[in-house]
């Protein structure tokens, strides 16, 4: 059995182009394998989706995956979209039956639903979290990567990642995931 994947929706894959740190995107859980679905790659405009080209060509931390569902996954996925985007619905579907985590910042879509199917997701704020835990950024950095995401036209919380750190920890709102183990966040 391969690794579990993150499947990238396009908001995550925006936010770190615009962010300028969509390279160390797939370096905050090495042991994940980071997918995008030939549907969100398609949502995709350059110059992210020249940035994602590279991660995928280049470095090969980051790579495309079709998204065929047949039967069971087929019947969700029209379901999904019938309320959802198409990129949400295909990351939706793949990972309740594949059983592997989504990473959306879309949480109107996606939390109702991946809490019911106990669906694992991580949001922009999330990673940013694991990445200063993981002592791959400061918290200055993030706070000026959400300013920058902000400045850039994309929608993100404006939060002091100090204070989301702190109460993280506090809450032990992620100790499972940093642990490897499945379950909502």
Same mark, same amino acid.
């Given at each position: ?23 160390? !995107? ?17 949502? $995709? ?6 940035? !994602? ?26 379901? $999904? ?17 594949? +059983? ?16 019911? +199917? ?37 929608? $993100? ?16 709102? +992620?100790? +499972? ?9």
């Amino acid at each position: 059995m391969g690794k579990t994947k993150i499947v990238l929706d396009a908001d995550v894959i925006i936010h770190f182009s615009r962010g300028e740190m969509l390279g160390i !995107l797939p370096n905050i859980f090495r042991e994940y394998e980071f997918i995008v679905l030939d549907v969100v790659y398609k949502e $995709l405009r350059d110059p992210i989706k020249s940035q !994602l080209d590279n991660q995928i060509s280049m470095l090969k931390n980051i790579s495309k995956a079709t998204f065929n569902p047949k039967g069971e996954e087929l019947k969700e996925y029209a379901l $999904l979209t019938k309320l959802r985007g198409r990129g949400e619905s295909a990351c939706l579907t793949f990972c309740r039956f594949n +059983h592997d985590v989504v990473g959306s910042s879309n949480l109107k879509d996606i939390a109702d639903y991946c809490t019911k +199917h106990s669906i694992t997701y991580l949001t922009t704020l999330d990673f940013l979290y694991h990445a200063i835990r993981k002592k791959l950024i400061t918290t200055k950095e993030a706070n000026a990567f959400i300013k920058q995401v902000v400045e850039n036209g994309s929608k $993100l919380p404006e939060v002091n990642m100090a204070t989301f750190v702190s109460k993280a920890l506090t809450t032990n709102f +992620h100790a +499972h995931f940093a642990e490897g183990e499945k379950g909502v966040l």
